[in-house]
């Protein structure tokens, strides 16, 4: 038999590839129970509240915009009563339920349950399951009215049983509402040695707004009783808002939204925004901490809050004793991008870890594809596309044998050193806001950039610009809401923005249909929408087609289509005018559409 050959050396990096999985550095969106933040602070003065026996019942709101760190300081929370027995803790998420036809309802359910799990002593748990069975028959009686006033069981029940559900029901039975809050203080009696029932409630203002107001309600009217205490986390001034849109048909203002939030929250507890010494140091902690253990890390994050109680500076120093310290790259990064962020981004610590997981992402790719530039001189590039996307693209567009000259003036202008002969002026293209970011270290003019520039022009739309920031979520919830002014200022701001960013933001609103139980207000939203930007006609008769077919498509959707006036989308108007699988009151509704515009 003859001899294999040998590997070639390139051969050889290949296999040596291949057996090494590629590394990447990214960092998690999800709450976080170790402290990165410095909100010891924050969640100290909450805990003593929630202790405080002599306040009940107790709401507190935890207030700050999105990815300021408030499902975080929820984990931070529940964890200082870990090993508390006089405290339940139960965590529950409105934008999360499944039936969001019945919010109150779920989340008295989420609760009761809750409750039932942490109990250890059978004897006990046995009776509060019994009075937790009690008080859930209240809220199916509750549901199955609300199914019927909407019609979605009238065919399925009989008629004395539909009498009997609207009966007047004595306050006191097993099928009232009216007496749940005393039914509910029973329950709580059965558990003497629980002083506290702590509900977390998250991601409140990202409900849409019925459901806030659902859970504000249930919260007020059933579940507001000793023993127990709420804690929100959410925007205050989005809730509000979804306040005020909830009850606009009662024709109460925002100064009712306002007075109805204050009645509910007794103590608005607002997060801090992250300095620039604190972003700098909550950067340094995220990056050193992906070669780190727990404990290291841990070490570290103590070692920062200690000197930032004490009030020195910078937070991410002196390190002696430490099991283990940042690198001086892992700190150099940090002072980089928090230098180099813009303002709203580097108070946010979501929109930190998504730039971070951006490089992250960029610099894996760029090291598969041989385009390797160093770290800080990747983050910089990185932040040219993120603040100067224009300038970026000037740049990117740029034949690859000007580039060179084209950076050495864009830094001169910036930077000027007088040498002779030095062309100091602003290339055609770009922006003078660049000036900083030109200024900064490291110098854009030491390194070969061609490699990466190929590379990152390559993935522009998928890079951070095309990605659906919290503000576009916002937008979106507008979109979907009750009042026709917040619509139209949404749909103008999300027109406004790139295509490919508003094409993405497009899928966000299709898939809230999961979420819904007809899909006219997403319809609505999406033909607003496509009248103000033309190109996304098509994509939106896709996503209408995709995501809101079937029985979630209404005759009001079928108006909503068939007035808008493009074309693809009142073609759905006769595709549905023949669809026998479609509700006939959709289908007719189609034909009589189609005879108004003349398109039958």
Not at 192 to 209: H, K
Not at 216 to 240: C, G, H, N, P, Y
Request: aromatic content about 4%; overall charge negative.
């Amino acid at each position: 038999m003859g001899e294999f050959a040998r590997p070639s050396h390139r051969q050889e990096a290949r296999l040596a590839m291949a057996a090494t999985p590629p590394q990447i550095r990214l960092w998690d969106d999800n709450p976080s129970t170790l402290d990165l933040l410095g909100f010891d602070a924050v969640v100290e003065p909450i805990v003593a509240a929630v202790r405080e026996r002599n306040v009940h019942p107790l709401t507190l709101s935890v207030q700050s915009p999105w990815g300021g760190g408030k499902s975080t300081i929820l984990k931070l929370i529940e964890a200082e009563f870990e090993d508390d027995k006089s405290c339940f803790v139960v965590s529950t998420n409105p934008w999360a339920y499944d039936d969001h036809g019945d919010v109150k309802g779920t989340l008295i359910s989420e609760i009761l349950h809750g409750i039932q799990s942490q109990i250890p002593d059978p004897g006990i748990k046995k009776k509060v399951t019994e009075k937790a069975k009690e008080l859930l028959g209240r809220v199916s009686w509750s549901r199955a009215a609300m199914a019927i006033a909407k019609g979605a069981l009238t065919f399925q029940v009989d008629p004395d049983q539909i009498a009997g559900i609207f009966e007047p029901k004595d306050p006191d039975g097993p099928e009232s509402m009216a007496g749940f809050n005393d039914a509910y203080k029973e329950l709580l009696a059965l558990i003497p040695e629980v002083e506290r029932v702590v509900v977390l409630v998250d991601d409140l203002d990202r409900c849409l707004p019925d459901a806030v107001t659902a859970t504000l309600e249930a919260i007020k009217l059933f579940l507001s009783t000793e023993k127990m205490v709420f804690v929100l986390a959410a925007d205050q001034d989005m809730v509000r808002d979804a306040i005020s849109v909830s009850l606009d048909g009662a024709r109460r203002g925002d100064v009712f939204a306002k007075r109805y939030l204050e009645k509910i929250v007794q103590l608005p507890i607002a997060l801090p925004r992250l300095s620039a010494i604190d972003a700098e140091a909550y950067i340094g902690l995220l990056i050193a901490g992906r070669s780190m253990s727990g404990t290291e890390l841990q070490a570290l994050a103590a070692h920062v809050r200690a000197r930032r109680n004490t009030h020195q500076t910078p937070l991410l120093d002196d390190f002696d004793g430490l099991p283990a310290e940042p690198t001086e790259e892992d700190l150099s990064l940090a002072a980089q991008l928090a230098e180099g962020l813009s303002a709203d981004r580097l108070s946010n610590p979501r929109q930190i870890k998504r730039f971070l997981n951006a490089f992250g992402v960029r610099e894996s790719i760029a090291r598969a594809r041989g385009a390797t530039i160093p770290p800080g001189l990747m983050i910089k590039m990185l932040l040219l596309e993120e603040l100067h996307r224009s300038s970026f693209n000037t740049l990117a567009a740029a034949p690859v044998q000007e580039r060179k000259t084209l950076l050495a003036r864009w830094q001169a202008w910036a930077k000027p050193t007088g040498e002779e002969g030095e062309d100091a002026t602003l290339p055609d293209g770009i922006d003078e806001t660049t000036k900083e970011w030109a200024a900064a270290p490291p110098s854009v003019t030491n390194e070969n950039l061609d490699p990466y520039l190929t590379l990152a022009a390559s993935l522009i739309n998928v890079s951070m610009g095309a990605q659906v920031s919290d503000e576009v979520v916002a937008l979106i919830n507008d979109l979907l809401g009750e009042s026709q002014a917040a619509r139209n200022v949404a749909a103008g701001s999300l027109s406004e923005r790139g295509e490919d960013e508003q094409l993405a933001a497009l899928d966000v609103l299709f898939a809230t249909t999961k979420r819904t139980e007809d899909a006219e207000a997403v319809v609505r939203g999406a033909v607003l929408w496509a009248g103000k930007t033309p190109a996304l006609e098509q994509a939106a008769a896709v996503g209408v087609e995709t995501h809101c077919w079937g029985g979630r498509l209404t005759p009001g959707a079928i108006v909503e289509l068939a007035n808008s006036g493009r074309a693809a989308l009142v073609g759905l108007v006769r595709r549905a005018a023949q669809d026998t699988a479609l509700h006939p009151s959709t289908q007719a509704a189609a034909r009589d559409e189609l005879e108004q515009i003349g398109g039958n």
